[in-house]
């Protein structure tokens, strides 16, 4: 979980800073870089998580090659629209699983089990 956090906004700094042009891109890194914007925008609007008793939760994000979530995103229930971030959830795993099949991707088809989230000292935490 913690790698993609720093993994996808790496990766979307350097794609856009390397050119100033998406034209320039090939049909995949400029796919990458749909996928690396989709998952900070999801990322960005679940990022406040004060919690106060049961507000946090846990949701399934993007899609392995052979299928299930590829992580976890822990969010606080009283600090996001549950409706929009399932939207946006919704959109980065859609585009994974049609990226996965354009670029006939493959994966370690590893079970990804989702943590036991608790609110600690007022966040949302994995246990």
């Known amino acids: 979980m913690k790698a993609f956090r720093i ?3 790496i990766l979307a ?12 891109l090939g049909d995949e890194e400029a796919d990458n870089l749909k996928l690396s914007n989709l998952y900070t925008e999801m990322e ?15 949701m399934g994000i993007g899609a392995q090659a052979c299928g299930g979530p590829s992580g976890f995103l822990i969010y606080s229930l009283s600090k996001v629209d ?6 946006k959830v919704k959109a980065y795993t859609d585009f994974q699983k049609e990226l996965n ?20 000292n ?3 935490t994995a246990k």
């Open 13 to 24: 700094f350097v794609l856009f800073f390397s050119c100033k042009n998406n034209d320039l």
């Open 44 to 58: 960005t609007y679940a990022q406040n998580r004060a919690c106060a008793g049961d507000d946090c939760k846990v």
């Open 82 to 87: 549950e409706k929009v971030l399932i939207e």
């Open 7 to 9: 993994i996808y906004p």
């Open 122 to 124: 007022g966040l949302c």
């Open 101 to 120: 099949t354009k670029y006939n991707r493959i994966s370690d088809c590893a079970m990804v089990l989702p943590p036991n989230v608790d609110c600690v």
